[in-house]
C-alpha cells in the first residue's frame, strides 16, 4: 500500500506542478546515489523535488521525513545529475518538498 500511495503522491505532484505551468523533466531520476522523484523546471530555474505522502498525519507531516541526511543525499543526486548533463554552475537551481495528506498538496519551495 505504501508503494500505490508513493506512486499516486507522485502522479498528484506532478500534475499539481503542470498546473504551476513546471516543465516536468525527469521523473523518478536515478542515479548510484539515490534518487530524485522529481526534475521540472520553474522558469529558468531547474527545481529537484522531493515528494512525500500520507493519508492522514497519525505519523506527522510527510515533510518531516526530509531530514538532515535525505536533503543531503537529494543534494548529491542533484550534483551527479548536473555535472552529468553539463549543467554544473551554468543554471540556477532550488529544492522544494510536496508534502501530500490525503487531498490537500503544500508545496514548500526553497524546502533546504
Known amino acids: ?7 499516486q503522491g507522485e502522479t498528484i505532484a506532478k500534475e499539481y506542478l503542470q498546473n504551476l505551468k513546471y ?13 530524485i522523484d522529481i526534475i521540472a523546471k520553474d522558469g529558468d530555474v531547474l527545481v529537484f523535488v522531493e ?4 493519508q492522514s498525519l497519525k505519523f506527522g507531516h510527510p515533510r518531516e521525513a526530509v531530514n538532515y541526511h535525505k536533503q543531503q543525499k537529494i ?11 553539463g549543467l554544473y554552475e551554468k543554471i540556477p537551481i532550488r529544492f522544494d518538498v510536496i508534502d501530500i495528506v490525503g487531498d490537500v498538496v503544500t508545496h514548500i519551495k526553497n524546502a533546504f
Do not use: C, P, T
Open 23 to 35: 516543465k516536468i523533466v525527469k521523473l523518478n531520476y536515478k542515479n548510484k546515489i539515490g534518487e
Open 51 to 54: 515528494v512525500k505522502a500520507r
Open 1 to 7: 500500500m505504501a508503494k500505490i500511495l508513493g506512486i
Open 75 to 85: 543534494r548529491n543526486v542533484a550534483i551527479a545529475y548536473l555535472k552529468y548533463n
